[in-house]
């Protein structure tokens, strides 16, 4: 029998020599052998906790067993597959489908009885219980770390982190450009703004990468370590903050309330539009970096109203060149679109599907023709063998060989017929052309919502730029 060998370590029992990867590999060969098993292949989730499913080799074992590619799923001990009762039970449920038997070699448990999955539920309970006491020992300790002082989050833009010390210093370069950035905030630049500016002149964030508006803003909104404090987060408590003893301040703290109450005071909240309103939402696409197009609105005070926007995200930060394109500019490129090419791209379409249905019918006549051609060969040589025209031996070879002409010819037939209906059926290309041409002559008396609804039952997406136009247009088949 063929065994699926998982294995499982945390970042914190990497150092656990009962749980290395190579103790839990070597007591899995060991059992493996002793029972007579052959290892299929070994799982290994290297660094990864066993609180949920979210883990690479655990998915590619999912997958795996639906194709029957072993027997066994074998681990070193239960935690090691998961510490969740619910998750035990959906793997557990999932090896019962395919008929894949469960083992662990130190809990001796398996799945074979029911009094065998009521063992392991137990276990399951109790790797549970003991995930969550972990948790909490893990965040009291955080806690009180926090408590002392010790700033632990991501090394931020403008300092360098010693893993042996703990502590974060100033990074001269860098910080220079958290200053600049916080002071082109109070000279009056949104984080759009800056972080376009910044784009352009080829300055990059922590990790080499193109600044990006959200992480602008959270500088300068929730930034307060540059100022030498952290808000921390206590579970089921609510955020304090709190001196760090381990990092080096940029800006005073009385520097930093400032810039603050300077960006509560010049705060703008959007106004809401209906999601409903947006008749093109999440079907845009920039036709320059082919990513998905945002929705934004601004109020017209002339005219009393809302003019609704989309927008490459990217553009605002000097990553892309394509602007914004209000709604009803929107409308006329669909509506010339469809007007324009609708009606020759689906005639084209209904020809090609006549076309290729009338060609496909062809060969299958041909086929069926090959086949009653071989039905009166073998008719013939049944009646060769009764006049002893061949011998048995020549007999059975030919007509081995006629069957197998059959098998192929019949194999053929089946592959043009499957061809034949996945062709685009002509009766819904009509219905389609028909649907659409009303849409196009009634457009501008439908509601929004209506408008929508037709967009999201036909259109796939739609590539688009202001100043081109509608570079292409997907339909749902």
């Known amino acids: 029998m063929k065994v699926a060998a998982y294995i499982r370590v945390s970042t914190d029992e990497q150092a656990n020599e009962g749980f290395s990867i190579e103790a839990q590999k070597r007591n899995i060969i060991e059992w493996t052998i002793k029972h007579n098993y052959e290892i299929y292949d070994f799982y290994i989730d290297d660094g990864y906790s066993g609180k949920n499913l979210n883990r690479p080799k655990i998915k590619k074992l999912l997958l795996d067993i639906k194709d029957n590619k072993f027997d066994i799923v074998l681990v070193y001990c239960l935690d090691r597959l998961t510490r969740d009762i619910v998750d035990l039970w959906t793997l557990i449920d999932n090896f019962k489908h395919y008929k894949i038997e469960f083992l662990s070699v130190t809990d001796q448990t ?98 080499g990468n193109e600044f990006a508006e959200n992480s602008i803003n959270y500088m300068l909104t929730h930034a307060w370590y540059y100022s030498g404090y952290f808000l921390y987060h206590p579970k089921n408590k609510e955020p304090i903050y709190l001196k760090a003893n381990n990092i080096e301040p940029i800006f005073t703290i009385e520097e930093f309330k400032k810039i603050k109450k300077y960006t509560n005071e010049r705060k703008k909240f959007p106004k809401k539009i209906g999601n409903n309103n947006y008749i093109f939402k999440n079907k845009l696409y920039c036709s320059s970096c082919h990513k998905r197009l945002t929705t934004l609105s601004t109020f017209n005070k002339k005219r009393n109203n809302y003019i609704l926007y989309y927008k490459c995200h990217r553009t605002v930060q000097g990553r892309c060149n394509n602007k914004g394109i209000n709604q009803t500019l929107m409308e006329n490129f669909f509506i010339n679109y469809l007007n324009k090419y609708f009606n020759n791209i689906y005639e084209v379409k209904i020809k090609i599907n006549l076309k290729q249905i009338d060609e496909i019918d062809k060969e299958i006549i041909k086929l069926k023709e090959n086949i009653e051609k071989i039905n009166n060969r073998k008719k ?29 010819i019949n194999i053929k037939i089946k592959e043009r017929e499957n061809k034949k209906s996945e062709l685009v059926n002509l009766n819904k290309l009509t219905e389609f ?23 999201n039952k036909f259109i796939k997406y739609i590539e688009v730029d202001k100043e081109n136009g509608i570079k292409q247009i997907e339909f749902y088949q």
């Open 380 to 408: 013939k040589l049944h009646y060769m063998i009764l006049d002893d025209f061949i011998s048995k031996a020549d007999y059975k070879e030919i007509l081995i060989n006629l069957e197998n002409d059959l098998k192929e």
């Open 433 to 455: 052309k028909i649907i659409t041409k009303s849409i196009i002559d009634i457009w501008c008396s439908l509601l929004p919502l209506e408008k929508k609804e037709f967009i």
């Open 110 to 207: 398996t799945t074979s009885t029911a009094g065998d999955r009521l063992n392991l539920n137990i276990k399951g309970i109790f790797a549970q219980y003991e995930r969550e006491r972990i948790g909490e020992r893990v965040a009291v300790a955080m806690e009180q770390r926090a408590k002392e002082g010790w700033y632990t989050g991501r090394v931020p833009l403008g300092y360098n982190y010693d893993s042996n010390t703990k502590m974060y210093s100033i990074n001269e370069d860098e910080a220079k450009i958290v200053k600049r950035i916080f002071q082109m905030h109070i000279d009056g630049y949104g984080s759009n703004k800056i972080c376009k500016k910044l784009n352009l002149e080829g300055l990059r964030n922590k990790r």
